[in-house]
């Protein structure tokens, strides 16, 4: 004969511990789940070296992600960086790296080199750059480390130098890349930020030919960017649709890097 | 309502931590009076036992995906009270100022009553609708540091970049104090009481037949 199991009602203390064990159950489990999360993420594999590297590869989908949500949501070429007034500029200014500007270099012998998309390239002086319409720049220059520094810039925008030199074709592509001479220091720029309008390749600061330090002869100011994009002495620029070789997104930084 | 307490708990943590690595990179804060530096945040011993030092990148990388988390967190708690109609039990009413100097009398073995409370007392209702403030406070000044130039008005809102950068980082000092305090209360207040923030339910002793007492199903 079997035995005929008798379904007591529960006492209230029962009650108690059944959910008090089932609540911290699930509580612990989730715990335990959440914790396991964090240790895939910390251990993540590092991203295969390409455009970007040096960063766990879902904090990198993450901040291209994240990138995709910002440029189009409150990106606008009209919200201009705030300006100052030229006395509020800084006499020395800071001065962080040298990387692809080491030395000196001689102004006159200095060409920037375009490379058009028909494959021509064009092999621009100084002083055709200097016989533009110069803008002039008093804004805060904000550095990724978390310093930032009112500082006086002048030079031509960005977009003036792709009308001048019949670059439009080219501006309708998706990123511009810059270079140095020597190739050691590279930044990739989403073209509406290049063509923002306080977007200048400067070749003054404080109303002085730039000093060697300070990227002579020409150098790009870019206020919708960190100080990394912000490239000492152009050598070289060219034009993609797809992005540019850039020297601190392949040092784990986020390759937009906008403010 | 639980749910995002806890869910905050782990997520607030790594973006202290994470944003101690972006801090690092330029740590320029103490607290200095009349010339004198009391407090240099932080010291180099502090940095080490952490391992904190030459990590800006990863920890831009972290804070910049948590953000997310702790932002959508946030914003599920404040909708949650706000639909259920929860928020009337925790936002201060005229009474709290006054009633929150009881608690903190009673609290500190001062005065021998506690006033009468709901599920929050005052002193309750008062931190912790400032904590909830402060987490909008930290969205807000992390937006403007974040993207200074697109939410211009944010910026000009704390008073300039630097303020901006300035508040965040207290409101962070802010939330390391809170918690300490927050810790001592819950050990005084008991097991019952932490029972209640895991489980949802809290036992009420009544006349030495325990009742279970559903206080928050959710």
Redesign the interface.
């Given at each position: 004969m079997k035995k005929k199991s008798i379904k007591k009602p529960l006492t209230t203390e029962q009650k108690i511990r059944r959910r008090e064990f089932l609540s911290f159950g699930i509580f612990g489990a989730l715990g335990v789940a959440a914790y396991s999360g964090w240790k895939w993420l910390y251990h993540a594999p590092e991203e295969a070296a390409g455009i970007t590297a040096g960063t766990r590869q879902p904090l990198r989908r993450a901040l291209n992600k994240t990138e995709l949500f910002f440029r189009r949501l409150t990106f606008n070429e009209s919200h201009l960086a705030k300006t100052y007034p030229v006395s509020m500029a800084a006499k020395t200014v800071r001065h962080n790296s040298d990387i692809g500007s080491e030395g000196d270099i001689d102004t006159a012998v200095w060409k920037l080199e375009v490379k058009k998309l028909n494959g021509q390239k064009l092999f621009i002086g100084f002083d055709e750059i200097k016989a533009l319409p110069k803008t002039d720049l008093v804004f805060d220059f904000k550095c990724v480390e978390g310093w930032d520094q009112i500082q006086h810039w002048g030079g031509v925008t960005f977009a003036e130098f792709v009308k001048h030199f019949g670059l439009q074709t080219e501006a309708k592509l998706g990123y511009v890349g810059l270079m140095t001479p020597d190739k050691g220091y590279y930044v990739g720029i989403d073209m509406p930020s290049a063509l923002h309008p306080q977007t200048i390749l400067a070749y003054e600061m404080n109303g002085q030919p730039l000093a060697a330090q300070h990227g002579k002869p020409l150098r790009l100011i870019i206020p919708v960017k960190y100080g990394i994009k912000n490239l000492k002495r152009i050598g070289s620029i060219n034009f993609s649709d797809r992005r540019p070789p850039d020297y601190w997104a392949e040092q784990g930084y986020d390759y937009y890097s906008g403010l | 309502m639980r749910w995002t307490h806890?869910v905050n708990f782990?997520i607030l943590g790594?973006m202290i931590w994470s944003g101690l690595l972006?801090?690092w990179?330029?740590d320029?804060y103490t607290i200095t009076i009349f010339g004198h530096t009391f407090v240099r945040f932080f010291p180099q011993w502090f940095y080490d036992t952490l391992h904190i030092p030459q990590r800006?990148?990863?920890g831009?990388?972290?804070h910049?995906?948590f953000m997310?988390f702790f932002a959508l967190n946030g914003l599920c708690y404040v909708l949650y009270t706000l639909i259920t109609g929860d928020w009337r039990q925790l936002w201060p009413n005229r009474y709290s100022l006054k009633e929150a100097w009881q608690v903190l009398l009673h609290d500190l073995r001062i005065r021998k009553t506690a006033p009468p409370q709901g599920k929050y007392n005052a002193a309750q209702r008062i931190a912790y609708s400032a904590i909830i403030l402060m987490g909008a406070g930290s969205v807000f000044t992390g937006l403007a540091i974040y993207?200074?130039?697109?939410?211009?008005w944010l910026?000009w809102l704390m008073g300039g970049?630097?303020l901006a950068?300035i508040w965040h980082f207290m409101l962070t000092i802010g939330y390391v104090l809170f918690f300490m305090v927050h810790v001592v209360q819950v050990v005084f207040a008991g097991w019952n009481n932490f029972?209640s923030a895991?489980?949802?339910?809290e036992?009420i002793d009544e006349q030495s037949?325990?009742?279970?007492n559903e206080k928050e199903k959710h």
């Amino acid at each position: 004969m079997k035995k005929k199991s008798i379904k007591k009602p529960l006492t209230t203390e029962q009650k108690i511990r059944r959910r008090e064990f089932l609540s911290f159950g699930i509580f612990g489990a989730l715990g335990v789940a959440a914790y396991s999360g964090w240790k895939w993420l910390y251990h993540a594999p590092e991203e295969a070296a390409g455009i970007t590297a040096g960063t766990r590869q879902p904090l990198r989908r993450a901040l291209n992600k994240t990138e995709l949500f910002f440029r189009r949501l409150t990106f606008n070429e009209s919200h201009l960086a705030k300006t100052y007034p030229v006395s509020m500029a800084a006499k020395t200014v800071r001065h962080n790296s040298d990387i692809g500007s080491e030395g000196d270099i001689d102004t006159a012998v200095w060409k920037l080199e375009v490379k058009k998309l028909n494959g021509q390239k064009l092999f621009i002086g100084f002083d055709e750059i200097k016989a533009l319409p110069k803008t002039d720049l008093v804004f805060d220059f904000k550095c990724v480390e978390g310093w930032d520094q009112i500082q006086h810039w002048g030079g031509v925008t960005f977009a003036e130098f792709v009308k001048h030199f019949g670059l439009q074709t080219e501006a309708k592509l998706g990123y511009v890349g810059l270079m140095t001479p020597d190739k050691g220091y590279y930044v990739g720029i989403d073209m509406p930020s290049a063509l923002h309008p306080q977007t200048i390749l400067a070749y003054e600061m404080n109303g002085q030919p730039l000093a060697a330090q300070h990227g002579k002869p020409l150098r790009l100011i870019i206020p919708v960017k960190y100080g990394i994009k912000n490239l000492k002495r152009i050598g070289s620029i060219n034009f993609s649709d797809r992005r540019p070789p850039d020297y601190w997104a392949e040092q784990g930084y986020d390759y937009y890097s906008g403010l | 309502m639980r749910w995002t307490h806890w869910v905050n708990f782990p997520i607030l943590g790594i973006m202290i931590w994470s944003g101690l690595l972006i801090y690092w990179a330029n740590d320029v804060y103490t607290i200095t009076i009349f010339g004198h530096t009391f407090v240099r945040f932080f010291p180099q011993w502090f940095y080490d036992t952490l391992h904190i030092p030459q990590r800006l990148s990863e920890g831009m990388a972290f804070h910049f995906l948590f953000m997310w988390f702790f932002a959508l967190n946030g914003l599920c708690y404040v909708l949650y009270t706000l639909i259920t109609g929860d928020w009337r039990q925790l936002w201060p009413n005229r009474y709290s100022l006054k009633e929150a100097w009881q608690v903190l009398l009673h609290d500190l073995r001062i005065r021998k009553t506690a006033p009468p409370q709901g599920k929050y007392n005052a002193a309750q209702r008062i931190a912790y609708s400032a904590i909830i403030l402060m987490g909008a406070g930290s969205v807000f000044t992390g937006l403007a540091i974040y993207k200074p130039v697109q939410f211009y008005w944010l910026v000009w809102l704390m008073g300039g970049y630097h303020l901006a950068r300035i508040w965040h980082f207290m409101l962070t000092i802010g939330y390391v104090l809170f918690f300490m305090v927050h810790v001592v209360q819950v050990v005084f207040a008991g097991w019952n009481n932490f029972r209640s923030a895991v489980a949802g339910f809290e036992v009420i002793d009544e006349q030495s037949k325990a009742v279970l007492n559903e206080k928050e199903k959710h």
